[in-house]
């Protein structure tokens, strides 16, 4: 009964390749999120969808590409990948219902060779 | 530009004793602030908050302290266990954002 799934959980690809990111969750929140956590284990945020709609992009190469389908769904696509894109990927969600407080997946462990 | 910090990469501490936990912040504009934990291989998972009109919020063994006129906060474990260790994640909020702003994290470890 997994509140935020993503998958997958580990992925090891070469550089150059285009590769997904997939988020689910049921919760019934209207809002999604994109963290990344860097070598220095820093946790930023990198996209926030609203109901479908894109209402945060911090600053991250156009190389990544978020997609929602619908508001349980936030997909994170990765074109061109490079060896500095190895980190670990949260999805998280929240909802003004949950006090905003935000609730994390168990994050995707990419490495990229 | 960390705009939150916390300073104390590890903590150690006796079984039963309290745990102590900083952070410190560098934005007057945050008005919500929380503490995640997290084990290995898993997310952060959410464990107390605070909103920035309050001082305190305790939760069972948990209470946040906010000194907003310092711009820190702590987050204190009584009686801490062996089953919280884990890295703890301060993280803020600016309201008219809703996004979180998050330290380094700071690793417990609690010795039966």
């Known amino acids: 009964d997994t509140a935020v799934s993503q998958t997958p959980k580990y992925l090891v690809t070469q550089m150059g390749n285009d590769k997904s990111i997939k988020c689910e969750q049921n919760?019934?929140?209207?809002?999604m999120y994109w963290y990344k956590q860097d070598s220095k284990k820093f946790l930023k945020i990198m996209f926030s969808?609203?109901?479908?709609?894109?209402?945060i992009n911090e600053t991250v190469p156009n190389r990544f590409s978020p997609k929602s389908p619908d508001k349980a769904h936030l997909n994170l696509h990765i074109n061109s990948l490079e060896l500095g894109d190895s980190a670990v990927y949260f999805c998280?969600?929240?909802?003004?219902?949950?006090?905003?407080?935000?609730?994390f997946g168990e994050g995707s462990w990419l490495t990229v060779v | 530009d960390q705009q939150v910090k916390q300073n104390s990469p590890s903590l150690s501490v006796q079984e039963g004793r309290i745990s102590i936990l900083n952070c410190d912040y560098t934005?007057?504009?945050?008005?919500?602030f929380l503490w995640y934990k997290k084990y290995p291989a898993e997310g952060p998972t959410f464990l107390i908050s605070?909103?920035?009109?309050?001082d305190k919020n305790e939760d069972g063994r948990f209470t946040v302290f906010l000194n907003k006129s310092a711009k820190h906060l702590s987050l204190h474990i009584v009686p801490s266990q062996p089953g919280d260790s884990a890295v703890y994640f301060c993280?803020?909020?600016?309201?008219?954002?809703?996004?979180?702003?998050f330290g380094q994290g700071t690793t417990l470890q609690v010795k039966p």
């Open positions: 998280a969600s929240s909802s003004a219902s949950s006090g905003n407080t935000i609730y």
């Open positions: 919760l019934g929140h209207d809002t």
């Open positions: 969808y609203n109901n479908k709609e894109l209402i």
């Open positions: 934005n007057s504009m945050f008005d919500y």
């Open positions: 605070i909103s920035s009109i309050k």
């Open positions: 993280a803020a909020r600016k309201s008219n954002t809703g996004k979180l702003i």
